[in-house]
């Protein structure tokens, strides 16, 4: 895994934020970063304007692309992200989501 949320970096929701009409998979970049941890993440709509500047902790997000490196966070990385953030009994449905995708996947290479 990689180090923490850093300025600029783009993340994405792990909960709805119904008070500032944003949802669990909207992305949005981190403009201030605070010392306690806590980081200022800005939401713009397809124009670029501002629909939403929230103050949030780490638990409520995941990043899903570096600005210092210039790189998406690998797939399996942002899974993990999301996965980790489930009951268990979902966690185990989305192991056999994907034992069923990987089944699926060496059928296909042996047809």
Same mark, same amino acid.
Request: proline share 6%.
């Given at each position: ?7 600029? $970096?783009?993340v994405?929701l792990l909960?709805d =934020? ?7 998979? $909207?992305?949005?970049s ?20 501002? %629909?939403? =500047?929230?103050? =949030? ?8 692309? %570096? ?18 953030? =489930? ?14 995708? %990987?089944k699926?996947?060496s059928e296909?290479?042996?047809?």
């Open positions: 895994m990689t180090s923490g949320p850093d300025l600029f $970096d783009v994405e909960v =934020l119904p008070e500032h009409n944003l949802r669990a998979g $909207d992305r949005g981190i403009v201030h970063c605070h010392p306690d941890n806590i980081y200022d993440v800005e939401f713009t709509n397809e124009d670029g304007e501002t %629909r939403a =500047l929230c103050s =949030l902790s780490p638990q409520q997000f995941f990043v899903v692309w %570096r600005a210092e490196t210039r790189t998406w966070v690998p797939v399996s990385e942002q899974i993990v992200a999301v996965v980790t953030h =489930l009951p268990e009994e979902m966690e185990r449905e989305v192991l056999d989501f994907a034992r069923s995708l %990987r699926t996947s296909i290479g042996r047809g």
